[in-house]
Nanobody, 123 residues
């Protein structure tokens, strides 16, 4: 059972930056694909970014491409989401997810989830 804990959310003005962290309890973290999703009020959970176990592949949603960067530090069992040039429409609860198999763009593909961290971008 992999436990994931997100941190780094908060309130920021439009144009600002935040870095989210997701720390895993699992010592085999390095073998897991990590994903970031977000869910705004009244909307479905949507894919933001993902990263393969080696970090060699990092797909992004079109809405965040060029502004967000996903990375990981396998020695620290931690994945990151650096968010720059934030917009009010980025406001959501952000979740990290893990799966040992592959990158999935649907939240249904991930077995393990964190509790979420709120990101609020004011205009």
């Amino acid at each position: 059972q992999v436990q994931l804990v997100e941190s780094g959310g908060g309130l920021v003005q439009a144009g600002g930056s935040l870095r989210l962290s997701c720390t895993a309890s699992e010592r085999t973290f390095s073998s897991y694909v990590m994903g970031w999703f977000r869910q705004a009020p009244g909307k479905e959970r949507e894919f933001v970014a993902a990263i393969t176990s080696s970090g060699g592949r990092t797909p992004y949603a079109d809405s965040v491409k060029g502004r967000f960067t996903i990375s990981r530090d396998n020695a620290k069992n931690t994945a990151y989401l650096q968010m720059n040039s934030l917009k009010p429409e980025d406001t959501a609860v952000y979740y990290c997810a893990a799966d040992p198999r592959s990158i999935y763009y649907s939240p249904l593909g991930y077995n393990y989830w964190g509790q979420g961290t709120q990101v609020t971008v004011s205009s």
